[in-house]
């Protein structure tokens, strides 16, 4: 079961909905050895069972730019 994330627009409308694989999540939270004071907005989803984690603003791009840091170095 991967982990559904759901982007809203200031009026509580969901402009778009992605998700990351249940794969994805075992390697970040298992496999990639990640730090979590360097990754700190990442183990924010690293629990399956918090529901509602809400992200705005600065979290928002602090999320994206964890994630291409991750992919960076997986290449």
């Given at each position: 079961?991967?982990l559904?994330?759901?982007i809203y627009n200031?009026?509580?409308?969901?402009?778009?909905?992605?998700?990351?694989?249940?794969?994805l999540h075992?390697?970040?939270?298992?496999?990639?050895n990640?730090?979590?004071?360097r990754?700190?907005?990442i183990?924010?989803?690293q629990?399956?069972?918090?529901?509602?984690?809400?992200?705005?603003?600065?979290?928002?791009?602090?999320f994206?730019?964890?994630?291409?840091?991750?992919?960076?170095?997986?290449?």
């Amino acid at each position: 079961m991967g982990l559904d994330i759901l982007i809203y627009n200031n009026d509580g409308i969901c402009m778009n909905k992605s998700e990351i694989s249940e794969d994805l999540h075992y390697w970040l939270f298992n496999l990639a050895n990640l730090d979590k004071g360097r990754f700190r907005t990442i183990f924010r989803v690293q629990d399956y069972y918090k529901t509602n984690i809400q992200l705005s603003g600065i979290e928002i791009s602090s999320f994206i730019e964890e994630l291409k840091e991750i992919r960076k170095g997986a290449d």
